[in-house]
């Protein structure tokens, strides 16, 4: 019925332009992002426009440089903005603060149609209110007492200076409202709600009233948001026809949870947009865990798209209406996908190569004129590495110090005096066998070479191989050593080796000097 009711309308529609307009009290969150990125998707795959809008009526509640956070946020996961703060466009300001003198020209209209009253109750009046209404076990509602009250006690009360806020007078709506997502929805909302706030005594508007009249002048087509403003939209709907105004479409997303089904918070550190951009992840796997759960597309996977894929396959008929459980772990795997990808772009394999070489740099982990930071060898390690890690980063892990490292070698740790010599003779003939392999150094050529030394030298494959593995890597588990020796290449390789034999010789001396008897 109503997947009938958007194709109807978008095809009497001469433009389609969205809004994304956060309050910046803090850093871009998981469910927010989605907003932002269904809107986005849904302007551009009808060839429309996406407009930024900064909601700071609430100054009490204002985060200092929070909204050039968020609008960097936004243009790091791609998603680009036709009008707003920064790009400008007919509208600005597109800053709610600095539009106040919209709000006031608006606010006179209504009080002239008395539509809205001065209501001077106080913050304790209503208050108890709340407290009343929450011991009978019903919803908490303004009362509408000061809708009620003479014209000659306002007057009494604004000679006495008796601060008082601006509310909107609704009226009963038996009519029923389409929902792009939900489909029809029903609310009288004057039996469920107190006539609302307009305008603050501060003199700043509420969400409500400023939202409703910035929606109208910026040409505000469709409003998506999410499921929980449903509940206001009547209000909201109220309020163009008290203006005598056509509202635009409205659609809602449905809850985004946490895995164990609870809300998501913002103290949650791993909702946090700035959290998965910090640590490495690259934007298109952040836009991939907030698509793969709610729906929203005619193909079933949104797994390794990039953000203009997804305009391609953005279907509003298609969001799921059921809240959906958010699985964060699952980036790691959408990361890897991308990882995968940008290797086999020789562009974007560049910028891999440098990021590695800067994060090494960065991270102390090696000096800039280590040969273990070649092009070539970062190249080599990005490829080996593709089925282990899912983060570049994960290459400075303590698993993966050996690519970067020479391990500390201890002979007395894993030699016994009694095979020193055997031992040292079996990594002597080693480097012989991996330098005579010359150009026909692969891990089938290496593993091959190394499985004939211990018959020669009469020891057990298992000591040997421990033996090995500590040299080239320090590590008691991990890749195969001739995985190892592959990846670090000859010259690396031996020369590690060689240090091992050296060290083994030169405790053998020392043991055996007249001074140690």
Same mark, same amino acid.
């Given at each position: 019925?109503?997947?009938?009711?958007?194709?109807?309308?978008?095809?009497?529609?001469?433009?389609?332009?969205?809004?994304?307009?956060?309050?910046?009290?803090?850093?871009?969150?998981?469910?927010?992002?989605?907003?932002?990125?269904?809107?986005?998707?849904?302007?551009?795959?009808?060839?429309?426009?996406?407009?930024?809008?900064?909601?700071?009526?609430?100054?009490?509640?204002?985060?200092?440089?929070?909204?050039?956070?968020?609008?960097?946020?936004?243009? #790091?996961?791609?998603?680009?903005?036709?009008?707003?703060?920064?790009?400008?466009?007919?509208?600005?300001?597109?800053?709610?603060?600095?539009?106040?003198?919209?709000?006031?020209?608006?606010?006179?209209?209504?009080?002239?149609?008395?539509?809205?009253?001065?209501?001077?109750?106080?913050?304790?009046?209503?208050?108890?209110?709340?407290?009343?209404?929450?011991?009978?076990?019903?919803?908490?509602?303004?009362?509408?007492?000061?809708?009620?009250?003479?014209?000659?006690?306002?007057?009494?009360?604004? $000679?006495?200076?008796?601060?008082?806020?601006?509310?909107?007078?609704?009226?009963?709506?038996?009519?029923? #409202?389409?929902?792009?997502?939900?489909?029809?929805?029903?609310?009288?909302?004057?039996?469920?709600?107190?006539?609302?706030?307009?305008? $603050?005594?501060?003199? %700043?508007?509420?969400? !409500?009233?400023?939202?409703?009249?910035?929606?109208?002048?910026?040409?505000?087509?469709?409003?998506?948001?999410?499921?929980? #403003?449903?509940?206001?939209?009547?209000?909201?709907?109220?309020?163009?026809?008290?203006?005598? #105004? /056509?509202?635009?479409?409205?659609?809602?997303?449905?809850?985004?949870?946490?895995?164990?089904?609870?809300?998501?918070?913002?103290?949650?550190?791993?909702?946090?947009?700035?959290?998965?951009?910090?640590?490495? *992840? %690259?934007?298109?796997?952040?836009?991939?865990?907030?698509?793969?759960?709610?729906?929203?597309?005619?193909?079933?996977?949104?797994?390794?798209?990039?953000?203009?894929?997804?305009?391609?396959?953005?279907?509003?008929?298609?969001?799921?209406?059921?809240?959906?459980?958010?699985?964060?772990?699952?980036?790691?795997?959408?990361?890897?996908?991308?990882?995968? /990808?940008?290797?086999?772009?020789?562009?974007?394999?560049?910028?891999?190569?440098?990021?590695?070489?800067?994060?090494?740099?960065?991270?102390?982990?090696?000096?800039?004129?280590?040969?273990?930071?070649?092009?070539? *060898?970062?190249?080599?390690?990005?490829?080996?590495?593709?089925?282990?890690? !899912?983060?570049?980063?994960?290459?400075? $892990?303590?698993?993966?110090?050996?690519?970067?490292?020479?391990?500390?070698?201890?002979?007395?740790?894993?030699?016994?005096?009694?095979?020193?010599?055997?031992?040292?003779?079996?990594?002597?003939?080693?480097?012989?066998?991996?330098?005579?392999?010359?150009?026909?150094?692969?891990?089938?050529?290496?593993?091959?070479?190394?499985?004939?030394?211990?018959?020669?030298?009469?020891?057990?494959?298992?000591?040997?191989? $421990?033996?090995?593995?500590?040299?080239?890597?320090?590590?008691?588990?991990?890749?195969?050593?001739?995985?190892?020796?592959?990846?670090?290449?000859?010259?690396?390789?031996?020369?590690?080796?060689?240090?091992?034999?050296?060290?083994?010789?030169?405790?053998?001396?020392?043991?055996?000097?007249?001074?140690?008897?």
């Amino acid at each position: 019925m109503w997947t009938y009711s958007i194709r109807r309308y978008l095809s009497t529609q001469c433009h389609v332009r969205v809004r994304f307009a956060p309050s910046p009290t803090g850093i871009l969150h998981l469910g927010g992002l989605r907003t932002a990125l269904y809107n986005y998707l849904f302007a551009k795959s009808h060839d429309g426009k996406f407009l930024l809008r900064i909601e700071d009526t609430d100054q009490v509640r204002l985060v200092p440089g929070a909204m050039e956070k968020l609008t960097d946020i936004l243009s #790091w996961v791609g998603i680009q903005v036709d009008e707003g703060p920064v790009d400008g466009g007919r509208y600005a300001p597109y800053v709610q603060s600095l539009r106040l003198n919209h709000y006031q020209q608006y606010i006179k209209k209504l009080e002239e149609s008395g539509m809205v009253y001065k209501c001077f109750c106080t913050t304790k009046r209503l208050e108890l209110l709340r407290k009343e209404a929450g011991r009978r076990g019903e919803v908490p509602k303004y009362d509408n007492k000061c809708r009620h009250i003479s014209d000659s006690d306002v007057a009494n009360k604004l $000679k006495d200076r008796i601060p008082y806020v601006l509310r909107f007078k609704l009226e009963p709506y038996e009519e029923a #409202w389409q929902d792009l997502v939900y489909g029809p929805i029903h609310q009288n909302i004057a039996e469920v709600e107190g006539d609302p706030v307009l305008v $603050k005594a501060d003199g %700043f508007p509420t969400y !409500h009233f400023a939202n409703v009249v910035d929606d109208h002048l910026m040409d505000i087509s469709h409003v998506l948001r999410g499921v929980e #403003w449903q509940a206001s939209t009547t209000k909201h709907i109220l309020l163009y026809k008290a203006f005598g #105004w /056509t509202p635009p479409q409205f659609g809602h997303l449905p809850l985004i949870l946490n895995r164990d089904g609870s809300k998501l918070s913002k103290r949650q550190n791993d909702i946090h947009v700035e959290h998965f951009r910090e640590r490495g *992840y %690259f934007p298109e796997s952040v836009l991939n865990l907030i698509t793969y759960i709610g729906g929203g597309f005619d193909v079933r996977e949104t797994s390794g798209m990039t953000i203009e894929e997804l305009v391609k396959h953005f279907s509003l008929e298609k969001v799921r209406t059921q809240s959906t459980r958010l699985e964060v772990a699952r980036i790691n795997e959408f990361n890897r996908i991308h990882l995968t /990808t940008k290797l086999q772009n020789i562009g974007d394999r560049q910028q891999l190569v440098d990021r590695l070489h800067s994060l090494l740099i960065t991270s102390k982990t090696l000096t800039s004129g280590d040969d273990l930071l070649s092009q070539e *060898y970062l190249h080599c390690v990005l490829d080996w590495s593709l089925l282990r890690i !899912h983060l570049l980063e994960d290459l400075l $892990k303590s698993e993966f110090r050996f690519v970067w490292h020479s391990p500390s070698f201890d002979s007395k740790a894993v030699v016994s005096s009694e095979s020193k010599d055997n031992l040292n003779s079996a990594l002597r003939m080693t480097i012989s066998a991996l330098q005579d392999l010359n150009n026909s150094f692969t891990q089938t050529n290496i593993g091959a070479a190394l499985k004939q030394i211990p018959k020669q030298h009469k020891l057990k494959v298992g000591d040997y191989m $421990k033996l090995l593995r500590t040299v080239i890597s320090g590590l008691k588990q991990g890749p195969g050593v001739a995985e190892m020796i592959a990846l670090l290449g000859c010259s690396r390789s031996v020369h590690r080796l060689e240090t091992a034999v050296n060290h083994i010789e030169r405790t053998s001396h020392a043991e055996n000097s007249p001074e140690s008897m």
